[in-house]
């Protein structure tokens, strides 16, 4: 079966730190996507990838960057984490069109 | 640009009873259409998916679909709803190309009444 993992289920993190969220995929896909979960709002796409260094932002990015060095790993990078940065990240790869998703990150920012 | 509309926020049904959720999209070219399932805590679980051919759409724990390319809509469908189906659903639009972005509709949440 493939797999999408993603390092942490809870983090908490304090106003201002750097926090990294990490994703690997074991499937050898080249797309991989970034999603914010909040109540009432659905996923929204943060950032996406389609190949080793190659990055786009989706509907939201402001506050965040990524990091894609190898195939199957891609992060998200809260340079300076804030309190309305308190959601459930949510990343997944693709490949054709088949879409798998990790089980998320639940991130407090205190 | 795609977007995808869930007009119910919130739905309860009875145990037993039928259930339909509601989702319409916008997308320019042929659109990639998905169902997810989240549960309390959980991830997301694939219900089904359309790509092409036949419109209606058979999933995993007895869910169904149904592609109307005249309306925009791909209504999910339940004949009888199980307890374990209270969850929340979202339906998703993809398309064509390898790096295609999936956008999701808001979701509505399913209650389920013994």
Known sequence: ?110 | AQSVTQPDIHITVSEGASLELRCNYSYGATPYLFWYVQSPGQGLQLLLKYFSGDTLVQGIKGFEAEFKRSQSSFNLRKPSVHWSDAAEYFCAVGGEGGSEKLVFGKGTKLTVNP
């Open chain 1, 1 to 110: 079966d493939v797999k999408v993992t993603q390092s942490s289920r809870y983090l908490v993190k304090r106003t201002g730190e750097k926090v990294f969220l990490e994703c690997v995929q074991d499937m050898d896909h080249e797309n991989m996507f970034w999603y914010r979960q909040d109540p009432g709002l659905g996923l929204r796409l943060i950032y996406f990838s389609y190949d080793v260094k190659m990055k786009e932002k989706g509907d939201i990015p402001e506050g965040y960057s990524v990091s894609r060095e190898k195939k199957e790993r891609f992060s998200l990078i809260l340079e300076s984490a804030s309190t309305n940065q308190t959601s459930m990240y949510l990343c997944a790869s693709k490949e054709n069109y088949g879409y798998t998703f990790g089980s998320g990150t639940r991130l407090t920012v205190v």
